[in-house]
């Protein structure tokens, strides 16, 4: 890896005064503000000519433009509730600011805000959602000026909305969608007029991101006016790696490629900002310390419950919730101050204080540690049980940080060894011996960065943690059958030999979204029979069919002839063993009842139960069902004690 360079960063305000936030996992957040500027000019209401081919565009590059805002808003409402988002048409016959005085219309003249930066809203949703849907709303609204728009306008008039709405904001990025390369031509005092204003945004901690339409007759060409304007890289991101995406890149319109498509694909690609988790000190040996941050780049993404809503009236409503300690033998509150944490030792219990608590979980500051290196042939493919956490340098607490990461990450690339490394993530969490694992930087077909290079950090399974694998009976196959399965492997090789998980969304969480999207914008629920439509993840079986399954049922045929042929062998031959194993079939029991669960937790027989009757009991009540039977003991007798 060579070091870490410009490209790799990240918009991130060190020095904000934004209040912070903390996620489910306890980790800061930072908010995002994303303004959308659209460019409304002639040529970007133009619809493409029409073409037969299913591919061809059939939208103006202005109603693309709105229709991914419109497709965004709605991810960011669900997905970042706490993040603003605002559309800024530029271009148009009307002026509107959210300063209704004449001045605004002298200041912003053709500039108009659709829908202010905040927070997005079941109104501002809908407000968009007819501009894309409703073409009499569109075209009173969506009318070129006369005469051309001054670019220093539009950037002063973004400078404002983010220095009113966002001040603080740790992210703050300009998306501004255009085909016009030169809007100024040979006027050089607009032109620099432009260029001061894009400077202001950029001392102000906006960054600008450009998304340039090209078309068949005219190239959008960046050097005659928006590189001056459009910086190539963030002066305030200082360490992380951002996905790259290419800035020679330009989105194309009418030439048979899906303007919309390549348009939501470019801005998500730079839609959310990467998000340290921690930022801790990284020791590679005594008295070598350097500073790293860490980041999620692979979560499993699951429905966010930001608070509750009460539907069983005529309009949702949001839920005010309210929690209380309720004593067993009384009924009464319990108060906090009367509240003693107590651990069993010995059949007594003993009662620690926050400080004793506090002390006792305490193992150090947080830090990452190596303590040696092995080979990473050493490192089975069972020891991730956890999910690993991608490190990259900082210079914000150790100058030459990105040299010293990366000349380690080179050494252990070119050697094949990891690093053994004793890691705290934060404050009071757990210390786990973890392994330190080099990654490559990974490109796409157009340049853009699919996985930044860097190192990672997998936590090692504790001795605990290992499980028996079960005994199973084993299966020997002949070198005819194993040709021939080899054959329908090759079948159903998919594409490129690559599997995409983002062309697989899931579908359980795509119905939540529709289903909560519904009762945000007050529409009829979707049928329940339209619940599988979009499941990307249903197998093609007619396709599988046509491409595998002779090969298939040759596959099994010969399977039947070998193991028919097996029948007669004696014990003791030489024949290969086809003898399958038999399924048994086993019923779940039957969880155990409340009063019973109860008699034993008095009588402390709780562990005499068997581990399936503990199963059934703690998962109808909603506890956690993993680990040894001595910790499904322990969760229910914990469950009693504070009942």
Sequence with gaps: ????????????????????????????????????????????????????????????PASAALKCAYQLMQQRIISNPSDMMGVLLFGTRKTKFHD?????????????????????SASDVKRLRNLVEDEEESQELLVPSDEPVSMASVLFCANQIFATKAPNFSSRRLFLVTDNDDPHGGDKAARSSATVRAKDLYDLGVVIELFPISRQEHRFDREKFYDDIVYSTSISDLDAPAPLVPDNQELKSGDGISLLQSLLSSINSKATPRRAVFSLPFEIGPGLRISVKGYILLKRQQPRRTCYVDVSGEKPKLVQGKSAKIADDTGREVDKAEIVKAFKFGGETISFTKEDLAAIRNFGDPIIRIIGFKPLSYLPFWANTRSATFIYPSETDYIGSNRVFSALQQKLQRDQIMGLAWFIARRNATPVIAAIIPSEEELGERGEQIMPGGLWVVPLPFADDKRKNPETTVVRTTDDLTDKMRVVIEQLQLPKGVYDPKKYPNPSLQWFYK?????????????????????????????????????????????????????????????????????TKTSAPDAPIDEEMRRNFEKGSINKLTVAALKAWAEKKHLDTSGKKADLVDRIEDYFEHK
């Design 515 to 583: 289903v909560l999207q519904a009762y945000a914008l007050e529409e009829e629920l979707p049928p329940e029979d339209t619940k599988s439509a979009t499941d990307k993840t249903v197998p093609r079986y007619r396709q599988i069919d046509k491409r595998a399954g002779a090969h298939i049922i040759s596959w099994g045929e010969s399977l039947e002839e070998e193991h028919s042929g097996q029948r007669g062998t004696k014990r003791g031959s030489d024949g290969p063993d086809l003898k399958l194993a038999k399924r």
């Design 1 to 60: 890896m060579a070091e870490p360079s410009d490209r790799n960063r990240l918009d991130e305000d060190e020095g904000s005064d934004e209040e912070e936030e903390v996620d489910d996992s306890g980790y800061k957040t930072v908010k995002d503000a994303v303004l959308f500027a659209i460019d409304i000019s002639d040529s970007m209401l133009r619809k493409p000519p029409p073409s037969d081919s299913k591919k061809a565009d059939r939208d103006s």
């Design 100 to 120: 209704e005085h004449e001045s605004s219309k002298v200041a912003y003249p053709h500039c108009y805000l659709l829908t202010d930066l905040d927070v997005p």
